[in-house]
C-alpha cells in the first residue's frame, strides 16, 4: 500500500495507520511540482539578490552577519548538520523516527522550504527501504527546531552518522553503499531546512496521542472491571448528573460506563454501602477530563504535523524569503506538558482503585488471596504501581516554563518541547503498565464475587485476558504476568 503526499489534510490517525500497516510514501505530482518551483524561486533569488539571505548565503544563529560565498554554500550546509549532530543519551525508538521521517517529507513537500527534489527523495527512500538514522533523545531545545536530532535523522542523506539497516547497525557511507545511493548534495538553504522544524517533537506528539487514546478506552474498561469487582454503585453515571455540569469528556465517560455494566448481576444487586469512593464515583470527572485533554491536544498537533516549520520561510507567490520563527515549539510545548500531566491523572486513579481492591473491604479477602498470612497475594502490585505513580508525578512537572537561552542569546527564549515530548513518551508508558496492574487486580477480585457475573462486555474482557494471565491461587513469581497484561492492553 501506498501513501501519496500531498497538500491534503494528513490526520494523526492516518500517521498511526501508514506507520503500523508498513505503508510505502511516494510524493503526490502536486507536492512534486511545488518542491522544483520553490527551488527555482530559490536559486533566482540568490543569483540576483543584492543582499544577504538569513541562512542562505549568511552563517546561522548569531553568525547570522557572516556572509558566505556562493562557492562555499554546499559546504556551509554540511557544516551545520555536522556541528548540529550533539545528540546525547538512549536512542529515540525506531517506530517514534520512522514518524519523523514521514513528518518531515509532509512539510518539506508544501514548497516553503526550499528543498531539491532529490533530497525529499532521498527521506522517502529511506522510510520505503526500512532505513532508521540513529538519533538520540536529547540534545534539543525545541526552538530552532529540533536541531539537534534532526541533524542525526538527515546526516545519512551525505553518507554521515549512522542508520539501523535489517536490525544492523552500520554507517551512514555504508547504507548508501549498499543500496547503491550517491550522497546527496546540499545546496543552499537545504541543511536549515532539513534541521529547522519541530518534527521531533512532532513525532513524539503523534505517538503519544495514538497511544493515549487507546489508553483513555482501557481506563474505562479497565475502572469498569474494579467498581463490579469493588461492587460499587451505578447511579454516578446516570445521566442527569452529567448534563447538569456538561463537559463533553465527561458525559462522554458516564455513557460508557453505562454501556459497559449494561446486563451486569453484580451491578444490580443491593448495596450495603451509600457511596463509593472518588477513585470510583468520579470516573466520569476524571477520566472525562482526560478525554477533553487527549481532544486538545490532538487539536493543536494536527494543526502542526500539517505546517512548513523551518526557517526562512521560502513563498514564492508572494516573492519573499522571511526569516522568523516558525520552528518554535511552543505552540506544541505546553499542549504536551498538559496531556502528560492529564494521563498522570488516569494513572493516579487508577493507583488509588488498585488499593482499594487489595485493602481487604467490602469482602474481598486481604490482598486477593485465599489464605492470607502464607501468601502475600497481591499486596506488592500496589507498591510497584504507587512507585510508578509516584514517578509519573515527577515528568508531569511542566518542561515548557523553563528556558536556559542559546547562541550568545540570540536565542533567549526556548520552548524546552523535546523535553516536554521526552517525558511524556515516559508518561504514556508508565501509565500503560499502572492500567496493566489495575486489570490484573480487578480480573482477580471479580473471582472472588462468583457466581454474580458481571456484564456480557466485561465478562468477555476477563475471560480473554484469563488466556494469557491466570488466577494467582497461590504466591507466584509477578512480574511475568504483570508483563503479559501489558501486553494484552497493546493487543
Known sequence: MIHEISAE?????????????????????DARNRIIRCRKYLDEKIANSPVPVYGVTTGFGSLCKVSVSKDQLSQLQINLMKSHACGVGERVPN????????????????????????????????????????VYKQGSLGASGDLVPLAHLCLPLVGLGEVEYEGKIMTGAQILEIKGWKPIELASKEGLALLNGTQNMGAFAVWSLLHAQRLSEWA??????????????IEPFTEAVHLVRPHKGQIETAARMKELLEGSELIRQPKVHVQDPYSFRCMPQVHGTVKDTIRYVKSVIDTEINSATDNPTVCPDEDLIISAGN??????????????????????????????????TRNLPDFLVANPGLNSGFMITQYAAASVVSLNKSLAMPSSTDSIPSCQDQEDLVSMGANAAIKLYKVVLNTERVLAIELFNAAQALEFRRPLKSSPVIEQ???????????????????????AAIQFLRK
Open 95 to 134: 517506530e517514534i523516527v520512522r514518524i519523523m521521517i514521514l513528518l518531515k517529507v509532509q512539510s518539506l513537500s508544501y514548497g516553503f522550504s526550499g528543498c531539491k527534489l532529490d533530497t525529499v527523495e532521498r527521506l522517502i527512500d529511506f522510510f520505503n527501504e526500512g532505513v532508521c538514522p540513529i
Open 327 to 360: 520552528f518554535h515549539g511552543e505552540p506544541i510545548a505546553l499542549p504536551m506538558d498538559f496531556l502528560a500531566q492529564a494521563l498522570s491523572e488516569l494513572a493516579n486513579i487508577s493507583e488509588r482503585r488498585i488499593y482499594r481492591l487489595v485493602s481487604g
Open 9 to 29: 489534510h494528513l490526520s494523526i490517525e492516518r500517521v498511526g495507520e501508514i506507520i503500523e500497516k508498513g505503508m510505502k510514501l511516494a510524493l503526490s505530482d
Open 461 to 483: 474482557m476477563h475471560a480473554d485476558f484469563r488466556k494469557v494471565v491466570p488466577f494467582i491461587s497461590d504466591d507466584d513469581v509477578m512480574y511475568p504476568h504483570i508483563e
Open 220 to 233: 474505562d474498561k479497565i475502572g469498569a472491571m474494579s467498581l463490579e469487582a469493588y461492587d460499587g454503585r
